[in-house]
């Protein structure tokens, strides 16, 4: 009996051996010898691409009551072919169809004369109720075919932060805007129907768990408020029709956490026709991509850094002789004036350049260098938008006194408007530097939506520094700015102004050339909203108190009713 | 001789294998029925899909058209002022010289 049990565990063991081996050699063949062809057809049968199509997700604003607004969508209708060599009546089929849907008569019948063509397209982006009423008609020859294009249903605004997608090669790409920026996130590789639900399952849990939500295939979410948006953009609109600049922008941004509300450019164009523009250069975003000398609104940044290093207070007096000499070169107020003996406080309500230039040369020059490489006016904001520049500081790198006196209010020191609003929001944010984002979230088809991770900045100034800047700001609008009309009663905001000459390729400056740049930041001191607002080349006009003070406080006052901040004085 | 407990294994192991096998068929029939649903809910998608953009634009030219003047028009009535109340701090509210209470 014993031996009999042996012999039976033998051959089952053997039995199991063999079957272990066979599995063995299998998968080897299996995975080894055609490892790389069947993961080609597991691809195949996992993911097929949409060649033409090209599906993407969404992408949202955000209203104030955190509900989403699509800014990007794809649009889903049909597009009509025909087979020529099926048309038996083409006058009659062109009539049929026209009476539906406008069809392009020439395009028509010179696709209707291609007989021995299979498959001529007549018309695109054909909505689906016009596809209801073709359908029944049964036109030989003609064919409906599915189609889908992006859609961008708010047109003008916000146009080239959102940017569009258009065609890289055969291939249809984000080229600018968040289109571009995001192109990985929104575009959808995988089509529905060929998805295997199994591997869905996976990617959807890989997907909400995963470090990094942007890697995946998804919506995304900004934090641009289309209300504040829209204001912003109407106000600049007027601006712009009064002064005609080339170019004008604004950002609205939080500066404790660097989201940006709004960010808006004129002129602009509308994202769904983008090939009617006149002008190529329309779609690029200054806000991002360009660099400026910003003037007098670096005034500020100056004032903070002495205060930091304990060298002025706002009570500091200096004696103001109108010019100074640096470097054997003259530099003077913007009014040409001597004020005399002045505080710093004046050095902000006037905007005096050799205010500015006292406090540098208290500082010191390598001080002052670090200052400003700390507040990262050279460097890249790293926003989640294409082709961000970076500043140019080379000036104060060159070590003459007319450079470093020139860059305390804004001149010689070349920097992106993105850059110089994260500068300025450290005064607002207690001393820290921000990180300005547009993308908040990612949504993924599965419905879950993740926040995507902003790196908090490193502190550059202390809170004590800022407080003192801040209540200085509030005092120049309060009193100084436009002969202090701006002031709002119940308000406190800090606010300063900037106006630059543009250099000329050719060496010096343009005498008659000039940039406008504003910025402010309220409740001043526990701020909700920094503006920045900038206009290069305006007609008419000289200063920017004159041209960008009045939409500020128009932009104030609306986000103080449309988010219904409590005064705070 | 058989080990007591090989028949309980046998029938324990015959179980697992009709499970496994009706499981199997349950998730490939229903891995078709997955396909056959998704391509009509991809069909429905597509229809709605088309909408949503219209109805996004028509929502943007609606709430532009809005405004003050244009509002009273659609029945709609001002919200009144705000009225922030002021609450002086514990610093500032001691009117008092001395802490004497």
Redesign the interface.
């Known amino acids: 009996?014993?031996a009999q049990?042996v012999l039976r565990t033998r051959i089952l063991c053997g039995f199991f051996v063999l079957l272990a081996l066979l599995f063995i050699v299998r998968l080897y063949f299996v995975q080894i010898v055609h490892g790389a062809a069947y993961q080609d057809s597991a691809k195949v049968q996992y993911v097929q691409s949409d060649p033409d199509t090209g599906s993407r997700g969404s992408i949202y604003f955000t209203t104030k009551d955190g509900e989403l607004?699509?800014a990007a969508?794809?649009?889903?209708?049909w597009r009509i072919a025909i087979k020529p060599d099926d048309i038996a009546d083409a006058e009659g089929a062109f009539t049929q169809l026209n009476a539906i849907v406008p069809i392009d008569q020439e395009r028509f019948f010179a696709s209707a004369g291609k007989y021995g063509d299979p498959y001529e397209e007549i018309a695109f982006r054909v909505?689906?109720d016009a596809a209801k009423k073709i359908r029944p008609l049964s036109i030989p020859g003609v064919l409906l075919v599915?189609d889908?294009w992006r859609?961008y249903?708010?047109?003008e605004?916000a146009a080239q932060t959102i940017g569009f997608v258009g065609y890289q090669g055969d291939k249809k790409v984000g080229v600018y805007g968040l289109e571009k920026e995001w192109q990985d996130t929104l575009a959808q590789t995988k089509d529905?129907?060929y998805?295997?639900?199994?591997a869905e399952i996976f990617t959807n849990i890989q997907a909400a768990v995963s470090t990094n939500p942007a890697a995946h295939e998804g919506s995304i979410v900004t934090s641009l408020e289309?209300?504040v948006q829209?204001t912003v953009e109407e106000t600049l609109e007027k601006v712009a029709r009064t002064y005609s600049p080339r170019v004008i922008g604004g950002i609205v941004m939080d500066p404790h956490t660097g989201e940006i509300y709004a960010m808006a450019l004129r002129p602009a164009f509308d994202p769904n026709t983008y090939q009617t523009a006149a002008n190529a250069a329309v779609f690029s975003n200054p806000l991002v991509e360009s660099i400026y000398e910003m003037g007098s609104i670096m005034k500020p940044l100056t004032m903070a850094a002495g205060i930091d290093k304990g060298v002025v207070t706002p009570t500091t007096t200096y004696y103001d002789a109108g010019c100074i000499v640096k470097s054997g070169k003259e530099i003077c107020n913007s009014d040409d004036v001597a004020h005399g003996v002045v505080s710093m406080q004046e050095v902000l309500n006037q905007s005096l350049n050799t205010g500015a230039s006292f406090v540098v040369d208290k500082i010191g020059h390598t001080v002052f260098g670090e200052y400003v490489r700390s507040l990262e006016l050279g460097k890249k904001t790293g926003i989640d938008l294409p082709n961000e520049a970076s500043g140019r500081l080379k000036s104060i790198e060159n070590g003459y006194d007319v450079d470093y006196a020139s860059a305390s209010f804004g001149q010689g020191i070349a920097v992106s408007p993105v850059e110089m609003i994260r500068a300025l929001a450290v005064l607002a944010n207690d001393g820290v530097l921000p990180s300005p984002h547009v993308v908040t979230a990612i949504k993924y088809q599965s419905g879950v939506t993740r926040a995507v991770d902003v790196k908090e900045g490193p502190r550059i100034l202390s809170a004590s520094s800022t407080e003192a800047v801040t209540s200085m700001l509030v005092k120049a609008l309060d009193t100084a700015l436009v002969g202090g009309t701006l002031k709002q009663t119940?308000y406190s905001i800090a606010a300063k102004t900037g106006t630059a000459q543009i250099a000329s390729p050719s060496g010096g400056y343009y005498t008659d050339r000039f940039l406008h740049s504003f910025f402010g930041y309220f409740p001043a001191h526990d701020p909700k909203f920094i503006i920045f607002l900038f206009m290069v080349e305006p007609h008419t006009t000289q200063f920017s108190a004159a041209t960008l003070a009045t939409p500020f406080i128009d932009i104030t006052k609306y986000l103080i009713n449309y988010y219904?901040i409590?005064?705070d004085r | 001789?058989e080990h007591p407990i090989e028949r309980l294994i046998f029938r324990a192991l015959t179980v697992f294998l009709i499970a496994l096998v009706c499981g199997y068929l349950y998730?490939v029939s229903?891995?078709v029925l997955?396909?056959i649903a998704?391509?009509d809910a991809?069909a429905q998608?597509?229809?709605i899909?088309?909408?949503?953009?219209?109805l996004?634009?028509q929502?943007?030219k609606l709430?532009?058209a809005v405004t003050p003047q244009s509002g009273q028009a659609l029945g709609l009535s001002p919200v009144g002022q705000?009225k922030?109340v002021y609450r002086p701090g514990n610093v500032t509210s001691a009117t008092i010289a001395r802490n004497e209470i």
């Open positions: 009996m014993r049990f607004v699509s969508v794809m649009q889903a209708g909505p689906d599915r889908q859609f249903p708010a047109r605004l529905g129907r998805v295997n639900p199994f289309p209300s829209r119940h219904a409590p005064p | 001789m998730f229903a891995s997955n396909v998704r391509k991809l998608v597509a229809v899909q088309g909408s949503i953009g219209g996004e634009q929502y943007f709430s532009q705000p922030y």
